[in-house]
């Protein structure tokens, strides 16, 4: 299962950094894995995916690297933007159906 | 533009009170999922369902139901609501298969048990 805890881990970086969101996820079975953005008041949405026989996977500013070695995944984003600022979740899918979330990080972006 | 709808953004409910939170989706996917979200807990599922009239529980089942009698629909139900159900609740959708895309959320329903 995903990490538990009380207090959401915090980000913060200056506008145009880049930035790096990590991940550790539990199962070794997973096979697909998902970061998605979730803005105040508004659902998660879908950012970038990657398969597990992949490590890396580029997208609009956007890059997930996957270490299952260590069970780890990343998210970077180059040139980070006000609108960047948001709770990032990774979630692992595991034999094609149900999506286990990490409890989040918050990316705080400084203008 | 895909899209999965929840019924209410908002909804104070009493305790004791019997809590139908409608999700559907307009996508034709097999898979349906309602999760709550609590703060610093990420998001918890509680029921998921691959097919109409299949459901398999999630991780926090307890004191929820689910109803899934057409494919695009998708209910949870509080059988007898008490406050430390007061969450974010979110329904989501995905596809089935090795062909498989993420999960598609709503925009989520506020409850708050009173």
């Known amino acids: 299962g995903e990490s538990v805890g009380l207090h959401l881990p915090t980000l913060s970086v200056q506008e145009g950094d880049n930035s790096i969101i990590n991940c550790a996820y539990s199962?070794?079975?997973?096979?697909?894995f998902i970061w998605y953005k979730q803005e105040s008041g508004k659902g998660p949405q879908f950012i970038i995916d990657?398969?597990?026989?992949?490590d890396k996977r580029q997208g609009q500013r956007v890059t997930v690297l996957l270490n299952k070695t260590v069970k780890h995944l990343s998210l970077q984003i180059a040139a980070t933007q006000p609108g960047d600022s948001a709770v990032y979740f990774c979630?692992?899918?595991?034999?094609?159906?149900?999506?286990?979330f990490g409890s989040g990080t918050k990316l705080n972006v400084k203008p | 533009d895909v899209k999965v709808t929840q019924s209410s953004r908002y909804l104070v409910k009493r305790t004791g009170e019997k809590v139908f939170l409608e999700c559907v989706q307009d996508?034709?996917?097999?898979?349906m999922f309602w999760y709550r979200q609590d703060p610093g807990l990420g998001l918890r599922l509680i029921y998921f369902s691959y097919d109409v009239k299949m459901k398999e529980k999630g991780d926090i089942p307890e004191g929820y139901s689910v109803s899934r009698e057409k494919k695009e629909r998708f209910s949870l139900i509080l059988e007898s609501a008490s406050t430390n159900q007061t969450s974010m609740y979110l329904c989501?959708?995905?596809?089935?298969?090795?062909?498989?895309?993420?999960?598609?959320f709503g925009q989520g329903t506020r409850l708050t048990v009173v």
């Open positions: 199962n070794s079975a997973s096979d697909y």
């Open positions: 989501a959708s995905s596809t089935q298969g090795a062909t498989n895309t993420e999960a598609f």
């Open positions: 996508m034709d996917h097999e898979n």
């Open positions: 979630a692992e899918n595991v034999n094609f159906n149900k999506f286990y």
């Open positions: 990657i398969r597990s026989n992949m």
